[in-house]
């Protein structure tokens, strides 16, 4: 962990150096990820609610989603980006060292910049969860915290998933950004909303689902089951088996460059 | 006028290589207008007393700009112009006889052309085929047509025009970052690739009536799915017009004013 906080500050560092650039990106960051949340509220400006969910509710599964992909490119960068690591041959520096390789891979690189893009995502919360309808106790802000360590967890299982791929082909997959992507689109909003067959989807397949959705319906009164309260964590059993194929995949690495 | 047509060649060519690129190109597109629609969807049927839009227009719309999508949007970068001048190289250009405005025109709309070319027409013709609702709905009157491709043609000029004004000041900032970010990503949202402009809140609208960004994408969709009447449909063709003036003038005059104070970056 020291070691991981050691990578960090260098980081942090490095692009202070350029401080009129560092001011200049934070700030384009924050404008460039501004479009997702112009869109929902020019929808809802237009429609009173989505299948009965309001602005709020949607705002807080946007921001659950977004808070967990932003934590994930800004603090572990590395991973996002493996298949550069593994054309550039570097990986082999890294397997060369006495510590942990995941661990790393996360320090490879780390984009501090993006963390105005987490710090946007916490605002669209903290605005969500002002104007919610939602009847707080400490099991629901149980609820609320694990949602948020579950967003985390899917993106990192899904970020890692991804780079053990590069072991078998070297390139990053480009189908794989549409996958993720995609989805990621859509599971910003609450899931319920589409079709049975996209619900099946993100509940087995790719379990988003258990991140802002079936939790939210708890949060929100909809469920009362208390079951509801621990759905997020099913995205655990999603990230264990990630960093199995990871560990399986670089077993049959070979270095591509000198 | 001929050299400049074989760098137009010459990109476009080159583009056309990029195959695998294309196919995942298609597949990006084609799954992200079935999100959007899916999102569309569950938003119309939730239902509402006025709506700027129809859903079938809607749906049209957004297979549309799916298929068009590599020709009209306008965050892009062109890697090696951006590189030529961080690394200098751009003096190499400046030697050659030929005006650097006019050829990067030419270099990025050839670029452009090639990427729409490969990808158009299977997004096309899987979205024709797909199941009500959620398929596009051409129409069969030969005057939208007319006016739809030329306005078409209009507004892939007015692109051009607006990618090299961000070359342009790409000149004086040599950082493609930064604020540079911010002109691209406000230009994306006001073409109405994000969401059509009826959709906007009133204000935001008014805005965007009067730049030229939403004449890119939104005017020539919303056309054609009948959205907009005929008679503004023409008066938009001029306006596009204009603004491609307007632009042309502005790119070439800060270029000139930034070739002369230009610094080259390294040796």
């Known amino acids: 962990m020291s070691l991981y906080f050691k990578y960090f500050k260098v980081h942090l560092k490095c692009e202070l150096e350029y401080k009129m650039s560092f001011i200049m990106s934070f700030i384009s960051q924050f404008f460039v990820f501004f479009g997702y949340y112009f869109t929902i509220i020019c929808l809802f400006d237009k429609f009173s609610n989505i299948k009965g969910f309001s602005l709020y509710e949607v705002l807080l599964t946007f921001g659950i989603i977004q808070f967990g992909v932003s934590f994930c490119e800004t603090f572990f960068r590395g991973i996002d980006t493996f298949d550069e690591l593994i054309v550039e041959g570097s990986f082999d520096r890294l397997l060369l060292r006495p510590r942990n390789i995941l661990l790393q891979v996360f320090c490879d690189k780390l984009s501090v910049i993006r963390i105005s893009r987490v710090l946007q995502a916490i605002i669209v919360l903290i605005i969500a969860l002002i104007n919610i309808d939602v009847n707080w106790n400490i099991e629901k802000v149980m609820t609320l915290i694990f949602m948020i360590l579950s967003s985390i967890f899917i993106f990192l ?102 | 006028m001929k050299s400049y047509l074989s760098y137009f060649k010459l990109k476009f ?141 209009l507004s892939s000029i007015l692109m051009t025009m607006l990618v090299v004004l961000y070359h342009v000041l790409c000149l004086f900032t040599l950082d493609e970052k930064g604020i540079i970010n911010i002109f691209m990503v406000t230009a994306d949202i006001l073409s109405g690739m994000t969401i059509p402009i009826p959709f906007f809140p009133k204000f935001m609208q008014n805005i965007s009536n009067i730049l030229p960004f939403r004449y890119i994408s939104d005017f020539p969709f919303r056309f054609y799915v009948g959205n907009i009447s005929i008679n503004e449909g023409i008066i938009s063709i001029l306006i596009q017009i204009i603004w491609i003036i307007i632009l042309f003038v502005i790119g070439k005059l800060l270029m000139n004013k930034a070739l002369k104070k230009a610094v080259i970056q390294g040796g």
């Not at chain 2, 119309?44 to 700027?52: K, M, N």
Request: proline letters at 4%.
């Open chain 1, 157 to 258: 299982g899904m970020f890692i998933l991804a780079a053990s791929y590069c072991f078998y082909t070297i390139k990053g997959l480009e189908i794989r950004n549409v996958l993720t992507d995609g989805s990621k689109n859509m599971a910003q909003y609450p899931i319920g909303i589409f079709k049975k067959g996209f619900v099946m989807f993100f509940t087995f397949i790719i379990p988003f689902g258990f991140v802002n959705y079936y939790p939210l319906l708890y949060l929100i009164g909809r469920e009362t089951n208390k079951i509801f309260i621990f759905s997020p964590l099913i995205t655990i059993i999603y990230l264990i088996p990630s960093i199995l194929i990871f560990y399986l995949g670089m077993k049959r690495y070979t270095s591509a460059g000198s």
């Open chain 2, 13 to 153: 060519i080159n583009g056309l290589q990029y195959r695998a690129q294309a196919i995942a190109g298609i597949i990006t597109q084609f799954f992200f207008g079935f999100v959007y629609i899916s999102i569309y969807v569950a938003f119309y049927e939730s239902g509402s007393a006025d709506l700027p839009m129809e859903l079938s227009e809607l749906i049209s719309y957004i297979w549309l700009s799916q298929s068009l999508f590599s020709l009209i949007y306008l965050w892009y970068k062109d890697k090696e112009i951006i590189n030529m001048i961080k690394n200098g190289n751009i003096a190499y250009e400046l030697l050659r006889p030929q005006d650097l405005y006019l050829m990067w025109c030419h270099k990025i709309l050839g670029d452009r052309l090639s990427k729409v070319v490969l990808r158009f027409s299977p997004i096309i013709i899987v979205a024709l085929i797909l199941p009500k609702p959620y398929n596009l709905n051409l129409t069969s009157n030969l005057l939208i047509n007319g006016i739809f491709i030329v306005a078409m043609i």
